[in-house]
Each structure stands twice: as structure tokens, then as C-alpha cells.
Nanobody, 124 residues
Framework: QVQLVESGGGLVQPGGSLTLSCVAS????????MYWVRQAPGKGLEWVAFITRSGEITYYADSVKGRFTISRDSAKNTVYLQMNSLKPEDTAVYYCAASIVEIPRSAYSGYNYWGQGTQVTVSS
């Protein structure tokens, strides 16, 4: 059974930090590209970050570049999203996703697997 399970969300003050984790099971993690996508209240999906299978190449949305870092640990079948200098506009449900082939930004229907999401709230 394929699963992506996110954790690490919560309530944090503006300027604070959180690290999200996404543990994969049921498929060969090292052969999949991994993504973080978020959805703010009342808004559509927003592509956040991408990492290649080797972890050597990463891309970020302009809205998070310089503040967020995506990484992966194939030994633990886990992808991470380190979030620093958080802003109220980062408030959203954060999802991890996986695809066997590299998918263009926002082509969400091409992702093979999705997690259930974890809530991040940035508020004072």
C-alpha cells in the first residue's frame, strides 16, 4: 500500500521556523521525484518546491526562495521541508507528492502519489 505521511505542522509566530517531514512507503522512494505543494484557505494549490531523485537539484517557488529548503534522505524514505522566516501568508495545508517522471510546475494531475497534508499556521 502506497503512503505518503506528512508531519511537523503546527502554529508558529511570524519569523519562526518549522520542519515538515514526509515519510514514504509502498514504492521505491529513490526512483521518484518529490514535491511540496500547499493550499491556503480559500485558494488553489500552489507549487512550493521540487527535488530530484538524487537530491542534487532543487527548485523553489519565488514566494519561498531563500526561506525554505527541500531535502531528502533515501535511507529513511523521507523528504523534508525546512521553513524559516515564516510569514502569515505561508499559512496553508502542506502536501508532499511524488512522481516517477519529472512533472512541470503546477501540473498536479501528473503526480502519482499525494500525502494527506499537514496544517501550518503562522500567526501571532
Amino acid at each position: 500500500q502506497v503512503q505518503l505521511v506528512e508531519s511537523g505542522g503546527g502554529l508558529v509566530q511570524p519569523g519562526g521556523s518549522l520542519t515538515l517531514s514526509c515519510v514514504a512507503s509502498g514504492f521505491t522512494f529513490s526512483t521518484y521525484f518529490m514535491y511540496w505543494v500547499r493550499q491556503a484557505p480559500g485558494k488553489g494549490l500552489e507549487w512550493v518546491a521540487f527535488i530530484t531523485r538524487s537530491g542534487e537539484i532543487t527548485y523553489y517557488a519565488d514566494s519561498v526562495k531563500g526561506r525554505f529548503t527541500i531535502s531528502r534522505d533515501s535511507a529513511k524514505n523521507t523528504v523534508y521541508l525546512q521553513m524559516n522566516s515564516l510569514k502569515p501568508e505561508d499559512t496553508a495545508v502542506y502536501y508532499c507528492a511524488a512522481s516517477i517522471v519529472e512533472i512541470p510546475r503546477s501540473a498536479y494531475s501528473g503526480y502519482n502519489y499525494w500525502g494527506q497534508g499537514t496544517q501550518v499556521t503562522v500567526s501571532s
